[in-house]
């Protein structure tokens, strides 16, 4: 089945320990997002790509970073993780950047900061 | 900015009772209108969406939403709850063609559903 995959599903990290979190995606899709979700809240994103293009949140700290190597792959790198980071990451995809598309989601990946 | 307002952070149902869950959105126009459904652990899936035309959709599982522009509300129903439908449903705002928020989701806080045997 063509799908959204997230490594790991789990992830322990210190506090300043850089993480990187993994996706894949078999849908052939031009569009990735990255969105973080704290308990209890909504999804919230981070950053997304349409192809090789990447679109930063305003309000996404500098603290996180991307990288899209190719169609299927998109990496989420939190370069010093602190405790408030602690959330579900979760990877969607959409065949193109419009606002009726559907996004796919992925499992998700729940980070924990000790 | 569009807006998302679920005013019901929890509800909960027994099995077999119907099921509405509210969801009222703040958009310029008419925007594009999702639901999706979180099993506990999971990711997002897509329930049923809005685009135009019929205002009562009909998405998987046997969940139906109806927009009301009067009432710009989008509510989620479903007629008989099974215990299986226990997760957080997520209403999300799409926006139509122009502007920073072009081909983005805004999400709404979330309602958990309990079902009760």
């Known amino acids: 089945d063509a799908m959204v995959i997230q490594n790991p599903r789990y992830q322990v990290t210190q506090f300043g320990k850089p993480v990187t979190l993994s996706c894949s995606q078999t849908?052939?899709?031009?569009?990735m997002y990255w969105y973080q979700q704290k308990s209890s809240q909504a999804p919230k994103l981070l950053f997304h790509?349409?192809?090789?293009?990447?679109?930063n949140e305003a309000d996404t700290p500098d603290n996180f970073q991307s990288r899209r190597p190719n169609t299927s792959f998109c990496f989420l790198d939190i370069r010093s993780p602190g405790l408030g980071d602690t959330a579900m990451y979760l990877c969607?995809?959409?065949?193109?950047?419009?606002?009726?598309?559907?996004?796919?989601f992925g499992p998700g990946t729940r980070l924990l900061v000790l | 900015a569009q807006s998302v307002t679920q005013p019901d952070i929890h509800i909960t149902v027994s099995e077999g009772a119907s099921l509405e869950l509210r969801c009222n959105y703040s958009?310029?126009?008419?925007?594009?209108l999702f639901w999706y459904v979180q099993s506990p652990g999971q990711g997002l899936q897509l329930l049923l969406k809005?685009?135009?035309?019929?205002?009562l959709v009909q998405g998987i599982k046997g969940f139906e939403a109806e927009f009301k522009r009067s009432q710009s509300s989008f509510n989620l129903r479903k007629p008989s709850v099974h215990w299986s439908d226990a997760a957080e449903y997520f209403c999300?705002?799409?926006?139509?063609?122009?502007?920073?928020?072009?081909?983005?989701?805004?999400f709404g806080q979330g309602t958990i559903l309990t079902v009760h045997p």
């Open positions: 849908l052939n899709h031009n569009v």
């Open positions: 790509y349409y192809d090789k293009d990447f679109n």
């Open positions: 969607a995809t959409s065949r193109d950047l419009a606002g009726e598309e559907t996004q796919y």
């Open positions: 999300a705002v799409g926006a139509r063609a122009g502007g920073t928020s072009y081909g983005k989701l805004t």
């Open positions: 809005y685009f135009s035309g019929d205002t």
């Open positions: 958009y310029g126009a008419t925007p594009y």
